[in-house]
């Protein structure tokens, strides 16, 4: 398997230092940046296979940083490490374009985990015409969990892997709950009350997405899970 290129963008020089040393000794190829500015250079120079970057920095904040990224690339996937946990924040980390949100303090393994299914499930070629038999019908959409398209009218729009994943599961069990720890479990790895808050951030980007559709509905069985209801 080849080694995995990340960017690390963290401008406390400490904790940089452990996560450089242990993904060092993981078999990672890792590069350093301390603050948003020197970050967003490194990514033109380096295209990484994954971005881990800090939200509070120096000079660019982590924010601002994918902002910049997203602006030349809509594909390498982004990972924030933050302090900050209040709702507003994980979504507009989302909406900006990242993919995945990590509280600190975390576990060193889970941060592993992360960045490994990120830079393993944002790896696949998009430039391939999905097959017909790829593509998962309900209601006026079509989603082709493969290459992470959803289809609608004519149109077409790329997903993160983690949208196309709960997509998935609601369309297999259209009329069905799909419970919220599976889910987690899944694709998050834990059951944390964190990564239960962005999977619901999730869930009301995928209600955004399908609103073209009246007939669909992703409704909230409260302390159970989701179920994708069509009329």
Do not use: C
């Not at 660019?60 to 946990?85: C, N, W, Y």
């Not at 493969?146 to 609608?152: A, C, D, E, G, N």
């Not at 790895?189 to 997405?209: E, M, P, Q």
Request: avoid cysteine; charged fraction near 25%; charge should be neutral.
């Amino acid at each position: 398997m080849n080694r995995i290129d990340v960017l690390l963008v963290e401008d406390e020089h400490i904790l940089a230092m452990i996560i450089k040393d242990t993904f060092d000794a993981q078999g990672f190829n890792i590069r350093i940046a301390a603050d948003g500015m020197t970050g967003l250079t490194a990514f033109r120079e380096r295209r990484p296979d994954v971005v881990v970057a800090d939200v509070m920095m120096p000079r660019m904040d982590g924010f601002e940083l994918v902002r910049h990224i997203r602006k030349i690339d809509q594909h390498t996937p982004v990972l924030f490490l933050t302090a900050r946990s209040s709702m507003s924040d994980v979504v507009n980390g989302f909406e900006l374009g990242a993919n995945d949100y990590l509280k600190k303090p975390f576990g060193m393994q889970e941060l592993i985990v992360r960045i490994k299914a990120l830079a393993g499930r944002f790896s696949t070629t998009s430039g391939q015409s999905p097959s017909r038999t790829e593509w998962l019908e309900v209601g006026s959409y079509a989603l082709n969990p493969t290459t992470q398209h959803l289809r609608h009218d004519g149109y077409e729009q790329e997903l993160s892997y983690r949208e196309t994943e709960i997509l998935r599961r609601l369309i297999m069990n259209v009329g069905q709950v799909v419970h919220t720890q599976d889910i987690l479990m899944e694709l998050w790895g834990d059951d944390s009350y964190w990564n239960t808050r962005s999977l619901h951030v999730f869930i009301t980007k995928l209600r955004h997405k399908l609103s073209a559709d009246p007939r669909l509905r992703i409704v909230n069985i409260r302390g159970v899970g989701y179920k994708l209801i069509v009329s």
